[in-house]
C-alpha cells in the first residue's frame, strides 16, 4: 500500500469510549472499496501507544483515535494507591497526643490568669496601672491569654518533623537505589551453587573475598551492555520503615523465584516419552527408515505434534548476524519453537497470507484463519490455519486441567494403553522433576462448520458491546473434541541466591507463601529446592474435591498441629501445600479454619490458583492478622497481588514492566530482597523512629521551660527566650543533626546483620516506635526542662548574678543562659543517642552548636535591628557564676541519661546489644555467617 493508497481510502472506525486500561480496546474499522463495504476487527494489537517501537517493518500507515488527554497513557496519569506506614500512623496520633497536651497546658495557664485577675492583680501595684478605659475584664484578658499561649507553646509541636521526615524517606529511597549489591552490577550476598564469591563490604564500598568467576565475568559484561534496568527503584519512600516489620512475604514463582529462561527439556507423544527432544531426537525419529510410514490419510502424531509447536504461537522471528532469532512475550512459547527448529520444523515468518515454516527441508505455508490467543483465563491458545492439503486443522496447547476436559475420551496407544491415563502419568514424571507442562491437541474442522462458526465469531469479534464474553463463548465453543498429541516439559532454573536468601528470611521470623499457576508437584519439588519446604518438618497437604472435605481436611490438620497457638515455638517449622480448587473452598467457606492453620505454618505453596486468587489470600491475611505483609511478583497476573499488600515489590522481569510499574519497590532479582528488607528496611525503621523520638524530645525540651516561667511572670504569656531564638531553632539550631542522624544512623554494622538473621524479628514487633517510646522520650523532654528552668532560677535565688559595671542580670539575661544551657544539653543528647559516627554526624551536631553561637551572637549585638536581648550574650559571658552553672548544669543534666543507659545496657542488654560489644572488640560471631552453612 503506498500513500497515495491511504489517501484515497474512504470509511469509518468505530471504537471504545476513552479508558484508562492499556490492555484492552475494541473497535471496528468498515472501508468503502469498490467490492463493497468491508469490515474488520480492531483490538489492543492494532494499537500503538506511546513510545513504542517498530520491528520487522520500516514503516507503517495509522490512524490516530486518542488524541491530548483522551490517551491511554493521560488516563493512566494518576496517583498510586494511598500506603501509610506504621511508623507514620503512629506519629500522627502521637501529633494529635501532643497537641492536647499543648491545649491543656494553655487551659491551665488561662485559668491561673483568671485566677491572678481576680484576686491579685488589683493588690500589685507594681504593675502598670490602666486607666479605666484601657483595662479589659478578667474573662476578656482570659481569653487574649489563651490564644497568647498557644502562639507559644505551638512550638511544643514538632512542625518541622513532617519536613524533615519527608526529606530523610526520600534520601533514603534514593540510597537504596545507588546500592550497588543490589545493582545489575551486584556481587553475590550470599553463596550460591555457581559462586562462593560473598560480598562482605558495606552498600556504598564493597569488599569481596575471592576473584570474580568466568560467570560472574560474562554477568557483568553483559550488565553494562543491557539496556534494561541497572538498578532497583523506589518508587516510593513512605514504606521504607515498613520493610522492617514484614511479617508475611507473599512470591510468585515463574520469573520470579526462577529465571524465567525456558529450556525445552523432555517430551511425551503419543505416550512415548523422549528425553533429548532438544537435541533432534524427534527429527531422528521421523527419518528413521524403520519407523512406520503413514499415508496421507493417517494422521502422524510426532509429525503433527512438530507442527504444533511450530504454528501454535505469538513468536515474531527476527534476523540477528544472519540467524533467526524468535521473540516473544512469552519464553515458554520461544523454547517450544526453539525445540520445534531443532527438530527441522522450523518457523520461517508470518504475514497476511500465512505462516511460513521449513518443514524437514521443504517451505510450506499454512494459511491463517484465526488465532485464539493465550491469556491467564484461558490458560490456553489456539490457531485455525488451512493446510497445503487445503484442510482446516485447529492446533491448540495449555494447561492440563483446561485441556484434558477438551479431549476426546477413550483414545488408545499402538500398544493398546488408555492414551489420556498415559500422558497424565507422563505429566505427572515432569512436575516431580520440577518442570512446566503443557498439552498438546488438535482437530480437523470441515469447511460448512467452519463457514458457520466463522460468520458468528466475525459479528461477535466486530460488536463493540460484549465482544469478550461473546468471543469467548465461540472459542470455547470450537475448542472441544481434540485428538490428544501429547505434552512438552521446559525446565524454568532457580534464580541465583533464592535458597539461600528464602532460608534467611524464614530464619529472620519471616513466613514465606509462594503462590503460583504451576501444578502441585511442580510447585513442591520447586518449594524443596528452594528450601521453601524440608523433609526434616511437617508437611500438610490440603486437596478437596468440595468443600464438606475441605472442612474436614483442615479439621484434622488443626487438632494435629495447632498445639498453643500461632505464636508457640514448637509450630514454626510446619509447612502446608494446598491447590487452587480447595483453595476456593477455603476462601469462601472456612476461611477461619483457613487462616488458623496457615498462622502456625512458617512456608505456604499455594498452587493451581488464578491472579484474583492471589489477591484474595492476601487480602485475607492483611485484614484479619496485625502483621505486615509483601508481596513480590514480575508479571501482570501479579498486579493484583502486589497492590493488594501493604508493601508490594515488582521484579523488572521477562513478562513486561507492569509489576515493577504498579509496585512500590522494583527490584531486578529476588535476592535483592533480603537485602531490602533486613538491611534498608531495618535501618530505616531505626533511623526514622529515631529522628521523630528526638524531634519530640528536643521541642519539648526547650519550650516547656516557657511554660515553667509562667509561674513567676503573673501567667502574662510572656516569653523568656528571645523571638530570633524561637524562630530559628527549628530552622537552623536542631535541623541538621537530626537529618544526619536518620540518614547514616546503625545499630550494628551489615555483617552482624547478615550473620544473625534472628536479629531481625525484634524489628518485626516494632518495640522500637510505639507509643509509649514516644511517650518516655517526651518525658524525658519535660524532666529536662524542668531542670534546665528551676536549675538556672536556683542560682538565680541564691547568687546575685551581678553583672560587670554593677547591674543585675534580668529575663534577657535569663532567657540567654537558659536557651544556651538548652540548645547545649539537646545537642549533645543527640550525641549520645548516635550509635554510628561519620564525618557528616560530626558536622551536623558540632556545627550546629557552632551556628547557635553564631546566631546569638548576631541577636544580642544589633541594637538598632534587636533591641531586646541586646549585651546579654556579652555581660553573660564575662560572669564566673555563668560558666560554673553552665558546666555544672550539663554535666548534670545528662548524667541521669548517661547513668540510665549504662544500666540498660549491663543489667538488661538487648541481642544487639551484646553483637555490637562483640563486634567493637573484635571477637568471633556468636553465630556462623551463611557461607558457613552447609548447604543440602
Not at 484434558?404 to 514424571?429: A, V, Y
Request: charged share 20%; hydrophobic share 40%; glycine share 6%.
Amino acid at each position: 500500500m503506498t500513500e497515495e493508497d491511504v489517501i484515497n481510502l474512504r470509511g469509518e472506525i468505530e471504537c471504545d469510549i476513552p479508558h484508562h486500561d492499556l490492555y484492552k480496546f475494541k473497535g471496528k474499522l468498515t472501508l468503502q472499496t469498490d467490492q463493497g463495504t468491508i469490515t474488520v476487527s480492531l483490538n489492543e494489537k492494532q494499537l500503538m501507544l506511546r513510545a513504542a517501537q517498530l520491528r520487522n517493518t520500516p514503516y507503517l500507515f495509522g490512524v490516530v483515535v486518542y488524541a491530548g488527554k483522551d490517551t491511554k497513557l493521560s488516563l493512566n496519569q494518576k496517583s498510586p494507591p494511598s500506603k501509610f506506614s506504621t511508623i507514620e500512623r503512629r506519629l500522627n496520633r502521637s501529633v494529635i497526643g501532643l497537641f492536647f497536651f499543648t491545649i491543656s497546658l494553655c487551659i491551665i495557664a488561662t485559668i491561673l490568669h483568671y485566677y491572678f485577675m481576680l484576686n491579685d492583680y488589683a493588690g500589685s501595684w507594681y504593675l502598670w496601672d490602666k486607666s479605666p478605659y484601657e483595662e479589659d475584664s478578667a474573662s476578656v484578658s482570659s481569653i487574649k491569654i489563651f490564644f497568647s499561649y498557644f502562639a507559644f507553646l505551638s512550638f511544643l509541636i514538632p512542625v518541622s518533623l513532617m519536613v524533615t521526615l519527608e526529606v530523610v524517606k526520600v534520601s533514603q529511597a534514593q540510597f537504596m537505589e545507588w546500592d550497588e549489591q543490589m545493582s545489575a552490577r551486584e556481587g553475590q550476598i550470599f553463596p550460591t551453587e555457581t559462586s562462593s564469591t560473598i560480598l562482605l563490604g558495606e552498600g556504598d564500598g564493597a569488599q569481596t573475598q575471592g576473584g570474580p568467576s568466568h560467570e560472574q565475568k560474562g554477568k557483568e559484561k553483559h550488565a553494562e551492555s543491557d539496556p534494561g534496568p541497572k538498578g532497583m527503584s523506589a518508587k516510593t519512600s513512605n514504606l521504607n520503615d515498613e520493610l522492617a516489620l514484614v511479617k508475611y512475604i507473599f512470591s510468585d514463582k515463574t520469573g520470579t523465584l526462577t529465571e524465567n529462561k525456558m529450556a525445552f527439556s523432555k517430551c511425551s507423544v503419543h505416550g512415548i516419552i523422549y528425553n533429548r527432544g532438544f537435541q533432534g531426537e524427534l527429527r531422528d525419529e521421523l527419518l528413521d527408515p524403520t519407523r512406520k510410514k503413514y499415508d496421507q490419510h493417517e494422521l502422524d502424531p510426532l509429525k503433527e505434534f512438530l507442527l504444533t509447536l511450530a504454528l501454535c504461537h505469538a513468536v515474531v522471528p527476527a534476523e540477528k548476524e544472519g540467524k533467526i532469532v524468535y521473540q516473544s512475550q512469552s519464553p515458554d512459547e520461544v523454547a517450544l519453537a526453539d525445540a520445534a527448529r531443532q527438530n527441522a520444523f522450523v518457523f520461517l515468518n508470518r504475514n497476511n497470507e500465512g505462516v511460513m515454516i521449513d518443514m524437514l527441508g521443504e517451505q510450506k505455508l499454512f494459511r491463517m484463519l484465526t488465532m485464539m490467543e493465550f491469556s491467564s483465563d484461558r490458560r490456553r491458545m489456539s490457531v485455525v490455519l488451512r493446510n497445503p492439503e487445503g484442510k482446516i486443522i485447529m492446533y491448540s496447547k495449555g494447561s492440563d486441567a483446561v485441556m484434558f476436559p477438551r479431549l476426546i475420551q477413550d483414545q488408545k496407544t499402538p500398544e493398546g494403553m488408555d492414551l489420556i491415563q498415559k500422558t497424565k502419568d507422563d505429566i505427572e514424571l515432569f512436575s516431580k522433576d520440577g518442570l512446566r507442562t503443557l498439552v498438546l491437541g488438535m482437530k480437523e474442522i470441515q469447511e460448512d462448520v467452519w463457514r458457520e462458526w466463522y460468520e458468528r465469531f466475525h459479528r461477535a469479534n466486530t460488536s463493540l458491546e460484549n465482544r469478550e464474553v461473546a468471543v469467548e463463548a465461540l472459542c470455547d465453543e470450537l475448542e472441544q473434541g481434540f485428538l490428544i498429541l501429547g505434552a512438552t516439559a521446559v525446565e524454568d532454573k532457580l534464580q541465583d541466591g533464592v535458597p539461600e536468601t528464602i532460608d534467611y528470611l524464614l530464619k529472620a521470623g519471616m513466613k514465606v507463601w509462594v503462590i503460583t499457576g504451576d501444578k502441585q508437584e511442580t510447585a513442591v519439588n520447586i518449594g524443596f529446592s528452594c528450601k521453601l519446604l524440608s523433609e526434616h518438618y511437617p508437611l500438610i497437604i490440603v486437596n478437596a474435591h468440595d468443600s464438606d472435605q475441605c472442612r474436614s481436611i483442615l479439621e484434622r490438620s488443626l487438632d494435629e498441629h495447632y498445639v498453643g497457638g500461632p505464636d508457640s515455638e514448637i509450630q514454626k517449622e510446619v509447612s502446608l501445600v494446598i491447590d487452587g480448587r480447595t483453595l476456593a473452598f477455603a476462601l469462601s467457606d472456612h476461611h477461619r479454619d483457613f487462616l488458623k492453620l496457615a498462622s502456625i505454618c512458617h512456608s505456604v505453596v499455594c498452587c493451581r490458583v488464578t491472579p484474583l486468587q492471589k489477591a484474595l489470600v492476601v487480602r485475607l491475611i492483611k485484614q484479619n492478622t496485625p502483621y505486615i505483609t509483601l508481596s513480590i511478583g514480575d508479571g501482570a497476573n501479579d498486579v493484583s497481588m502486589i497492590q493488594e499488600a501493604h508493601v508490594g515489590i515488582g521484579l523488572f522481569g521477562k513478562e513486561g514492566t507492569q509489576a515493577a510499574r504498579s509496585s512500590d519497590y522494583a527490584v531486578l532479582r529476588f535476592r535483592h530482597l533480603a537485602r531490602l528488607i533486613t538491611i534498608h528496611g531495618r535501618y530505616s525503621f531505626i533511623r526514622n523512629s529515631g529522628v521523630i523520638k528526638y524531634s519530640f524530645y528536643k521541642n519539648v525540651a526547650f519550650f516547656l521551660v516557657q511554660f515553667w516561667y509562667s509561674f513567676f511572670n503573673a501567667y502574662s504569656a510572656m516569653t523568656l527566650y528571645d523571638d530570633w531564638i524561637i524562630t530559628f531553632f527549628n530552622i537552623f539550631i536542631t535541623s541538621v543533626p537530626p537529618y544526619f542522624m536518620a540518614l547514616f544512623e546503625k545499630d550494628i554494622p551489615e555483617e552482624i546483620i547478615r550473620e544473625n538473621p534472628e536479629l531481625f524479628r525484634l524489628y518485626q514487633t516494632g518495640y522500637v516506635f510505639t507509643y509509649r517510646s514516644v511517650f518516655l522520650w517526651a518525658l524525658n523532654g519535660v524532666f529536662h526542662s524542668l531542670l534546665f528552668f528551676f536549675g538556672i532560677y536556683a542560682f538565680w535565688v541564691f547568687d546575685e548574678n551581678t553583672l560587670p559595671g554593677g547591674m543585675v542580670g534580668g529575663r534577657e539575661t535569663m532567657g540567654y543562659v537558659a536557651s544556651t544551657i538548652g540548645v547545649t544539653v539537646i545537642l549533645l543528647k543527640a550525641a549520645l543517642s548516635t550509635r554510628w559516627w561519620n564525618i557528616c554526624v560530626h558536622i551536623g551536631i558540632w556545627g550546629s552548636i557552632a551556628v547557635y553561637a553564631i546566631l546569638s551572637s548576631i541577636d544580642t549585638h544589633f541594637l538598632s535591628q534587636i533591641p531586646n536581648a541586646y549585651g546579654a550574650q556579652e555581660n553573660t559571658l564575662r560572669m564566673l557564676s555563668f560558666w560554673c552553672m553552665y558546666l555544672l548544669m550539663v554535666v548534670g543534666v545528662l548524667n541521669f541519661d548517661v547513668s540510665l543507659k549504662y544500666i540498660r545496657r549491663n543489667v538488661a542488654p538487648k541481642d544487639w546489644h551484646i553483637l555490637q560489644e562483640r563486634y567493637r572488640k573484635h571477637l568471633e560471631p556468636l553465630h556462623p555467617a551463611p557461607h558457613d552453612l552447609t548447604i543440602p
